[in-house]
């Protein structure tokens, strides 16, 4: 018998692409970046935090969109992916703000 593949849903994951301390980092760094590879260092502060913050919350027993406990799915390269398209776009808008 082979190793058995998880299948891991759309609904499994999109909470982790917007979890909003992941968003409010990500926007809130990436739009204080001055050079576009500064939003990779912006997406890895931001997935740390988020994750920090996320098993905190767990770890109380409080409901939270995105929990991060041992038996479930954390999904670090989601929030990773999540929180670099977050800091892109904020990097991107600040860009167009400034003219």
């Known amino acids: 018998m082979g190793p ?6 759309l609904w499994d994951w999109l909470p982790a692409a917007f979890d909003p301390v992941l968003i409010l980092i990500a926007v809130w760094l990436g739009w204080k970046a001055d ?5 990779l260092i912006v997406g890895m502060v931001a ?3 988020s994750v920090l913050v996320s ?8 409901p939270w969109i995105a929990p991060v406990r041992s038996d479930g799915l954390t999904l ?9 398209l977050w800091a892109s ?9 400034k003219g």
């Open 4 to 9: 058995t593949v998880p299948v891991v849903t």
């Open 35 to 39: 050079q576009f590879g500064k939003v």
């Open 47 to 49: 997935l740390a935090v």
């Open 55 to 62: 098993w905190g919350i767990s770890s109380l027993g409080i």
């Open 76 to 84: 670090f390269p989601v929030r990773f992916v999540a929180a670099m």
């Open 89 to 97: 776009g904020a990097y991107a808008a600040r860009r167009l703000a």
